[in-house]
């Protein structure tokens, strides 16, 4: 997936970045989004010091993510029902056409399953990680990580 | 959890603080994102921009400090205030806290 024309994100108003992919490419990236979400809400914790927050605090973070986790699951299930609205042909490709704040949106959402797919795997240190023989459960949350990234990257280009 | 690691550029509040002395003694919380291996950088720029507009230098610093030190002291805030980023930064994913500094 590139980018093939982007105006400054986030501004009202401005026309969609523009991403070519393969029809193969659409078809992984929709398989990576529907891993989603594989975080444990219990891994956010609002502080590292216990004295810095009580505990109905670290509750309201959880349950604002939660809110936030059941928002990005309604707004995936309308991705996934209409990605028509979003994919169109051109040749053998496919356009991608995502306004800045559905870029910000599909952002997020790569990053939790790239974020939680690490966390599954015992939150390694990439050089460990590389040096894995993995099973086939590792197999597929390495896949994860790894397409998230590639994805988000791709993304990333039309912020910068 | 007195002081960071690095040196951070004053708050863009800080002109409040010379004016609202309550404010100032209320600050004593200090927003920290933590190093993990798995947030791409160009990610954690990116979303500094966004959660604190900052411009992309100064975010970008702030996302190597994290990278080398381990650790980047974002923003002093009040505790409303630091929660609320916190939230933020939690909903995309990164490593961040906050701290009472004592």
């Given amino acids: 997936m590139r980018l093939i024309r982007s105006q400054k994100p986030d501004s009202a108003g401005k026309p969609p970045s523009v991403f070519r992919l393969s029809p193969r490419e659409k078809v992984v990236l929709l398989a990576t989004l529907k891993l989603y979400p594989q975080l444990d809400l219990g891994y956010h914790q609002l502080s590292r010091d216990p004295k810095s927050s009580k505990p109905a605090q670290q509750e309201w973070l959880k349950e604002a993510m939660e809110q936030q986790r059941q928002e990005h699951k309604k707004r995936l299930a309308q991705f996934f029902s209409n990605d028509r609205r979003f994919f169109n042909e051109a040749e053998e490709d496919l356009l991608l056409t995502l306004t800045g704040e559905q870029m910000e949106w599909l952002l997020r959402v790569l990053n939790e399953i790239r974020v939680g797919s690490w966390v599954r795997l015992g939150s390694p240190e990439l050089e460990t990680v590389r040096k894995l023989k993995p099973t086939v459960a590792q197999a597929r949350l390495l896949t994860a990580m790894e397409l998230s990234g590639y994805f988000e990257s791709a993304l990333l280009e039309a912020f910068s | ?102």
Wanted: aromatic fraction near 8%.
């Fill in chain 2, 1 to 102: 959890m007195a002081e960071s690691a690095t040196p951070v550029a004053p708050p863009e509040t800080e002109k409040k603080e010379k004016t609202d002395p309550k404010e100032l003694r209320d600050r004593g919380y200090l927003v920290i994102c933590w190093n993990d291996p798995v947030n791409l950088m160009d990610y954690v720029t990116h979303v500094f921009q966004s959660v604190f507009g900052w411009p992309k230098a100064k975010a970008r610093r702030h996302m190597l400090q994290v990278h080398e030190n381990g650790k980047s002291l974002l923003v002093r805030e009040t505790f409303e205030k630091a929660e609320h980023y916190v939230h933020q930064l939690q909903g995309y994913g990164l490593n961040a806290t906050l701290e009472r500094d004592e």
